[in-house]
Structure formats: C-alpha cells, structure tokens
T-cell receptor, first 111, second 109 residues
Framework: DAGVTQSPTHLIKTRGQQVTLRCSPK?????VSWYQQALGQGPHFIFQ???????QRGNFPDRFSGHQFPNYSSELNVNALLLGDSALYLC??????????FGPGTRLTVT | RKEVEQDPGPFNVPEGATVAFNCTYS??????FFWYRQDCRKEPKLLMS???SGNEDGRFTAQLNRASQYISLLIRDSKLSDSATYLC??????????FGTGTRLLVSP
C-alpha cells in the first residue's frame, strides 16, 4: 500500500520564478493538506483540498494556490517566489476528519 | 500567545530514562490532538492521537488536560532510536493542524 508521495524531492528556483509541487495521497484518502515548514519551526498550514475544492486556508498570500484532481492528487503552485519561500513543503493526506499522514516533502530553495 | 507552545529543548537523557514533554494550546474549543515524531530532514510521522481518557502505546503514553489546556507525552525506557523532534499538533476546523515548534530529544548511551 503506497503512502503519500511527493515530487520533486528537491528544487532550486530563482526569485520571481514560479514553482509547481505535486502530491499523490495515500490509497483510499480523499483529502489533501499542504504545509510549509521552515528550518527550526513546526509545519504551517497552507490550505486543504477536498472534492477538488479548497476547503480551508491558512495565513498565506494569494501567490500560493493549489488544485486537486479527480483522482485526489494535488498540486501546490507558488508564484513570484521570494527568498523567504525557501522551506520544506509537506503534503498530508487523510480521510475527512481522520489522522493526517505526511509525504516525504519537497525541499525548495529560492536563490 | 502562540496557539500551540512547546519547550524546544533539547532534552538530553540517558538510555533507559523516562522523559516527559508538555504542549500547551490556546483554543479551549480544540477537540483533537496529536503527537508526531520528526527525524532530521524527514517528514513528520504520526506517533499517536491523544484521547480524552489518555492512551498508551507501548513505551509511549499521551495525556490530555482540558482544564489546563495542555497535552503531554511520556516516553519510558528511552532508546537511542527515540532521538528525534517531537511535534504536538492541534486540529482546528475541518482538518487544519496547528503545530508547535517541536521538542528535541537526544538519548545518549
């Protein structure tokens, strides 16, 4: 049974560029949440997708957007990258209101 | 006041010791609580959910104190492999998890 998968594992981008990160949820899960984890901090909630719609959003600017596909996989898009966007981006999947399981993350470096 | 607060540590303990971490939360309406373990440069892994009556899983015991708004994690008979950062998380809304900054545990021989 495959767990949560994310791609790519690492990414280096330049300030001002755009990036797309991908997530496939654990088999049977229908809800995907995205988190940003900066060094030395806990993960911070970006948003959550359920039934292909953004259901809940954290305190992140509109530069952060996402999408969920009919097969429950999801993308996180970040536009106009800033140096401060450098972080580990984590995807978590779950069934509604159940425990969340995290993927290995994508480490984004913005130079 | 932060929504979820943890002592960052590090907690340095010898193998075999018992160690406990606390985590305080500010939203008295919170209903669901979790402990995650995170190894260096890896993803958080769910250690256990925290139930109102408290729960135990092997050497690990989690407790919830609603009156004082904190959850705790007790690790008995510490192993070298327990060295990691322990994150507490509180669920708000549908599925938003609010995490503390984590408590670092170092178990030495």
């Amino acid at each position: 049974d495959a767990g949560v998968t994310q791609s790519p594992t690492h990414l280096i981008k330049t300030r001002g560029q755009q990036v797309t990160l991908r997530c496939s949820p654990k088999s049977g899960h229908d809800t995907v949440s995205w988190y940003q984890q900066a060094l030395g901090q806990g993960p911070h909630f970006i948003f959550q997708y359920y039934e292909e719609e953004e259901r809940q959003r954290g305190n992140f600017p509109d530069r952060f957007s996402g999408h969920q596909f009919p097969n429950y996989s999801s993308e996180l898009n970040v536009n106009a990258l800033l140096l401060g966007d450098s972080a580990l981006y984590l995807c978590a999947s779950s069934l509604e209101k159940s425990e969340q399981y995290f993927g290995p993350g994508t480490r984004l470096t913005v130079t | 006041r932060k929504e979820v607060e943890q002592d960052p540590g590090p907690f340095n303990v010898p193998e075999g010791a018992t160690v406990a971490f606390n985590c305080t939360y500010s939203n008295s309406a919170s209903q669901s609580f979790f402990w995650y373990r995170q190894d260096c440069r890896k993803e958080p892994k769910l250690l256990m959910s925290v139930y109102s009556s408290g729960n135990e899983d092997g050497r690990f015991t989690a407790q919830l104190n609603r009156a004082s708004q904190y959850i705790s994690l007790l690790i008995r008979d510490s192993k070298l492999s327990d060295s990691a950062t322990y994150l507490c998380a509180v669920r708000e809304g549908f599925q938003k998890l609010v995490f503390g900054t984590g408590t670092r545990l170092l178990v030495s021989p």
